[in-house]
């Protein structure tokens, strides 16, 4: 397992830390209307090859915070969201939302439009993804028929998400709740999917994290968690540069994997070396290209 390098969480009034992710801080609030339930902070941390890099990208989680946000509006109808409240810490104004403490789902929910990715080396080797059976002759970049769901287990910080088979996640949380989130992972790609392409953006794949909620009543919901179709969680392409055959220019932290797997970054990907930091040129490169990502898809400046 990588070694990560992840920043001591700051202290924030009112509320204790009670988890770091490779972007994201949880804390459990302790007081105020919403005492037990869960802020949750976005960094400005990248990370790459499962490496958190020492370079953070400014501007970033306030990002993907507001893109979250945005996006969880867009899809009010298809799934309820986990949150409560965006009167949050000065400290975290702008980067945190409150949350709803939910029973988490142990899957990536990942809806795939196109092949590419770990879908594609999958393919590649046996002429499926996660189970599913696809057309003989695809590559890089090739449109799916029609968009697959192809889960994958959540993996221990620091290692690689694993693709399953839909059957592994149905023995494991349930058919019925497997079902449910196979329908709503695809309902909202394709919700996001339309919405991408009408401002000249395709969403190639994404994923998605589920949990469960108990209403007062005893009414159980599957309420959609986490970040929402992001740089960080998403594959958006430039519709007008798409050429199947290659590696399509991307809206997320490519430039950062494509540098550091170049001569000029020195550094081995296969090695025991973490990875060196990012020059100021890719840095405020990747930077511009999350601003460029929010403003087309919301319409909004940033």
Excluded at 210 to 229: K, W
Aim: glycine share 8%.
């Amino acid at each position: 397992m990588p070694e990560l390098n992840i920043p001591q969480a700051p202290a924030i009034d009112g509320a204790r830390h009670v988890h770091s992710g490779k972007v994201r801080e949880l804390y459990e609030l302790e007081s105020g209307p919403y005492a037990g339930e869960l802020l949750m902070v976005a960094s400005d941390r990248i990370s790459a090859f499962d490496h958190v890099l020492d370079s953070t990208i400014p501007d970033k989680g306030e990002i993907l915070t507001r893109m979250s946000q945005w996006w969880f509006e867009q899809l009010s109808d298809l799934v309820p969201n986990h949150v409560l409240s965006t009167d949050v810490p000065e400290a975290v104004r702008g980067r945190a939302v409150i949350v709803q403490r939910l029973h988490m789902f142990p899957v990536e929910c990942v809806a795939r439009g196109y092949l590419t990715g770990s879908g594609l080396l999958d393919y590649q080797a046996t002429g499926h993804v996660c189970g599913v059976a696809l057309p003989p002759g695809l590559i890089d970049g090739s449109r799916l028929p029609s968009a697959i769901f192809t889960p994958a287990t959540k993996a221990e910080l620091g290692d690689h998400d694993e693709n399953v088979s839909y059957e592994a996640v149905s023995h494991r949380i349930g058919a019925d709740d497997a079902a449910e989130l196979r329908r709503l992972t695809l309902a909202v790609y394709h919700r996001a999917d339309e919405i991408a392409r009408g401002v000249g953006l395709i969403l190639a794949d994404t994923k998605f994290e589920f949990g469960a909620r108990q209403s007062d009543l005893g009414v159980r919901a599957i309420v959609l968690a986490d970040e929402v179709l992001t740089p960080d969680s998403s594959r958006f392409w430039a519709a007008d540069e798409w050429h199947p055959g290659r590696s399509q220019p991307s809206y997320d932290k490519q430039i950062v994997r494509d540098w550091l797997l170049s001569p000029e970054s020195g550094w081995d990907r296969h090695g025991d070396e973490a990875p060196p930091a990012l020059p100021a040129r890719i840095v405020e490169r990747t930077r511009a290209r999350y601003i460029e990502a929010y403003e087309l898809l919301t319409g909004q400046r940033f």
